[in-house]
């Protein structure tokens, strides 16, 4: 391979309690080269990767093999030679930049601090050179920017940022871990975009880490595929995908969602409405100073819906749409300053008393992330059962059979005595669903409820809401930004932007035929796999 620029071989990490975390691991890589590795949470190209900048966690070593860059053998280089090399050499941008900004600091001081370290320029340049790169990844206002904190920018702002800060030291290789999975696909779509096209312009190599195969096989050229610790299948992306050799890799591309057949359609039409929400307006209130009090900024503006029963509604859109504040609005857990929200012919905003219990038992919610909205020091059964407080008439022995029965339906039979801190994101998902679905809702509000997930584990959590909602009958609100999701579990979809619906319909009619730019622009930023109808 021409113009070597990596080149790593049969190395091996392992924890010093012995336990082996990568096997064997070999790479190579060229000068301005796209290379992915594919895997799930614990395949360990996370891992392999933090070792080619020695940024292992304290427990974590490497125990063999050889890491050249540059032809320099890194595993040998001590902390002055590591201080070098990373920045000029080797560039690292994480998963989520709010963890990778100092929230204390400014964007201007953090984004100076490579350039004074590794550049040797003065003020006036390094400020010329920081505003020059945040207009190239597109972000507007730069000089209001440097002065500004990490908090007052999007996710998708803060991901720019975080690009900008890697690319100002011009590195030979950047490495991208998972760098998109927490944006809406516009933002994902402006990322990427951004991203190679700053890589391409300097020369920069990169290697992506992602288990999101569309965006792979749309961005790289190359890919490796990890299964516990084990590369088991190498080459070029495009061939990959369309023909994988290696079972694993055949898993990863059967679990990406699949159209939802629309057999039951017509007769869901004919549902009586259980939800309805009419003219909703919602503001949150500003601040011109520390004392004063801006004008209110209008998140849900007019907005009016209807959820069928046993209908689920897929609510779509991007980061600040407002699809989470109507969400929370359903749940009565955001007031509205006009319109009504109904709930079974009853306004939620009068509801008190037993009316008011009787409500939040029969309309649930899954949150986005499950360890965050689990109690970490209540067992599974504790957890599950918490509804069931107000449920009349059941005992403590009715009550524990029904969350065994309930922790059976989700696939976590023996789990009870288990804590959130003992089972994987897949698993404290299921939880979460089990915790709403055991009093028996008419209507479950179900927020981003896959997209932290890997492929394998979001398809089985499909999969269980959809066979839990075909058995139970409840009614489903999915907040989502991901559109091929949308596809597979969703019988109506809705699109909102800046606070407004812009399109609704069926999933198949606004698909095939959007209407509305904003709609169109979604689709177009979704990366897609095309399947081969031979295989």
């Known amino acids: 391979m021409t113009d070597l620029l990596l080149q790593v071989r049969n190395l091996r990490i392992a924890t010093r309690a012995g336990a082996t975390l990568v096997q064997d691991f070999n790479l190579d890589l060229a000068a301005g080269e796209r290379l992915a590795i594919i895997g799930e949470s614990g395949s360990g190209k996370t891992m392999a990767t933090r070792a080619l900048v020695s940024l292992l966690p304290p427990p974590v070593q490497v125990v063999g093999g050889t890491i050249r860059f540059q032809g320099q053998e890194i595993t040998r280089l001590g902390s002055p030679g590591l201080q070098r090399l990373r920045g000029p050499g080797i560039g690292m941008v994480f998963q989520e930049p709010m963890t990778s900004l ?8 953090q984004l100076s601090e490579g350039l004074k370290r590794h550049c040797g320029l003065s003020q006036a340049a390094i400020r010329g050179r920081i505003i020059d790169m945040l207009h190239r990844v597109r972000i507007r206002e730069p000089q209001r920017c440097l002065a500004a904190y990490p ?11 975080m690009l900008a800060s890697v690319l100002l030291l011009k590195p030979c290789l950047l490495i991208a871990d998972e760098p998109t999975t927490a944006l809406d696909v516009l933002s994902q779509r402006e990322v990427m975009d951004i991203m190679v ?8 190599a990169l290697l992506l880490i992602s288990h999101d195969l569309p965006l792979v096989e749309r961005y790289t050229d ?3 595929v990890m299964e516990k610790g084990v590369v088991v299948e190498a080459g070029p992306t495009g061939a ?6 290696h079972p694993y890799t055949r898993k990863l591309i059967g679990a990406l969602p699949r159209r939802k057949a629309v057999s039951v359609e017509g007769v869901k039409e004919k549902a009586p409405v259980l939800l309805s929400i009419d003219q909703v307006c919602v503001e949150y209130a500003t601040k011109r100073g520390l004392l004063r009090a801006g004008s209110p900024r209008r998140v849900l503006d007019a907005v009016s819906l209807q959820v069928r029963a046993g209908e689920i509604v897929a609510l779509v859109g991007g980061s600040g749409s407002g699809k989470t504040t109507l969400g929370r609005t359903v749940m009565g857990l955001t007031s509205f300053v006009s319109g009504s929200v109904l709930f079974d012919g009853s306004d939620i905003a009068t509801l008190g008393g037993a009316a008011q219990r009787d409500f939040r038992r029969q309309v649930q919610l899954v949150f986005q992330d499950p360890f965050s909205s689990l109690d970490p020091r209540l067992f599974v059964a504790e957890i599950v059962a918490a509804p069931l407080r107000h449920v009349p008439g059941l005992d403590e022995a009715a009550r524990q059979a029904r969350v065994e029965a309930v922790l059976t339906s989700v696939g976590l039979e023996g789990f009870a005595r288990r804590l959130p801190h003992e089972m994987s994101g897949g698993q404290r998902q299921r939880v979460a669903i089990a915790r709403a679905i055991i009093s028996n809702p008419r209507i479950i509000v179900a927020d981003e409820p896959v997209s932290a997930l890997d492929l394998s584990v979001q398809q089985q959590i499909l999969t269980l809401l959809q066979t839990l909602q075909r058995e139970q009958g409840f009614a489903c609100l999915f907040i989502t930004h991901d559109l091929s999701v949308v596809e597979q579990i969703a019988d109506r979809v809705v699109v909102m932007e800046n606070g407004v619906i812009v399109e609704e319909g069926s999933v198949a009619g606004v698909f095939a035929n959007p209407q509305h730019s904003y709609t169109r622009q979604l689709l177009c930023a979704t990366p897609k796999l095309i399947p081969d109808p031979e295989r």
């Open 197 to 204: 096209e700053l890589t391409q312009e300097q020369g920069t």
């Open 102 to 109: 100092n929230p204390a600091l400014t964007i201007g001081r």
């Open 222 to 224: 190359r890919a490796i």
């Open 240 to 245: 990959m995908m369309a023909h994988p050799t």
């Open 151 to 161: 908090h007052e920018f999007s996710g998708g702002m803060r991901q720019r940022i």
